[in-house]
């Protein structure tokens, strides 16, 4: 079955500290996956996509296909980076299988 | 200005009426997608569509419906809302070929 798993479903840290968003994929197929983002008040928009392999606002995510993860990662956390994140799987159906999302909340 | 527009951004009503939530698009994009979403929670999707006079229902069941006359319009419809339908519905599309989703503002609904 297609599945996203992402375990937390809150994460808090200090500005400065490093963050780490886990995303577990199950797929048998070739994988496309992608991190969005959603801040108060804002719609959910693109953070980054595993095949474009840049660096946005920071964080950064590598695809490993023997754990099947996709994990979100910046190494000095912002009070800005504070928002939803969902980790998405994009299958060969065109379709979007979204994780529940973890909040992450950036203290001062 | 490439965009996704949802109409209206809120509304409230009483149970038993029938309302559509607009969303349309100036993306020139071929897919269009309806998710269900309660606050701060995961996403539901609830009816897609690859084109004009194309849809299909999502994942998870809903009593609502939709219509593709035209490309870059998308309407969702509930012939009788219900208290159960109050969440927040986003409105998406994606290019062909592309799984790269963009959403639209969201409509909050609530029936009372």
């Known amino acids: 079955a297609q599945r996203v798993t992402q375990p937390e479903k809150l994460l808090s840290v200090f500005k400065g500290a490093p963050v780490e968003l886990k995303c577990n994929y199950s797929?048998?197929?070739?994988?496309?996956l992608f991190w969005y983002v959603q801040y108060s008040r804002q719609r959910l928009q693109l953070l980054l996509r595993?095949?474009s392999r840049e660096s946005i606002k920071g964080f950064t995510a590598d695809l490993n296909k023997g754990e099947t993860s996709f994990h979100l990662k910046k190494p000095f956390a912002q009070e800005e980076d504070s928002a939803m994140y969902y980790c998405?799987?994009?299958?060969?159906?065109?379709?979007?299988?979204f994780g529940t999302g973890t909040r992450l909340q950036v203290f001062p | 200005e490439a965009d996704i527009y949802q109409t209206p951004r809120y509304l409230v009503i009483g149970t038993g009426k029938k309302i559509t939530l607009e969303c349309s698009q100036t993306?020139?994009?071929?897919?269009m997608y309806w998710y269900q979403q309660d606050p701060g929670m995961e996403l539901h999707l609830i009816h897609y569509?690859?084109?004009?006079?194309?849809?299909e229902k999502g994942d998870l069941s809903s009593e609502s419906t939709v219509s593709r006359i035209r490309t870059e319009h998308f309407p969702l419809t509930l012939e009788s809302a219900r208290p159960s339908h109050t969440s927040q519905y986003l409105c998406?599309?994606?290019?062909?070929?592309?799984?790269?989703?963009?959403f639209g503002p969201g409509t909050r609904l609530t029936v009372l």
């Open positions: 998406a599309s994606s290019d062909s070929g592309d799984n790269e989703q963009f």
């Open positions: 797929y048998s197929g070739s994988p496309e």
């Open positions: 595993h095949i």
């Open positions: 998405a799987l994009g299958p060969d159906t065109d379709k979007l299988i």
């Open positions: 993306m020139g994009h071929d897919k």
């Open positions: 569509s690859y084109g004009v006079n194309s849809t």
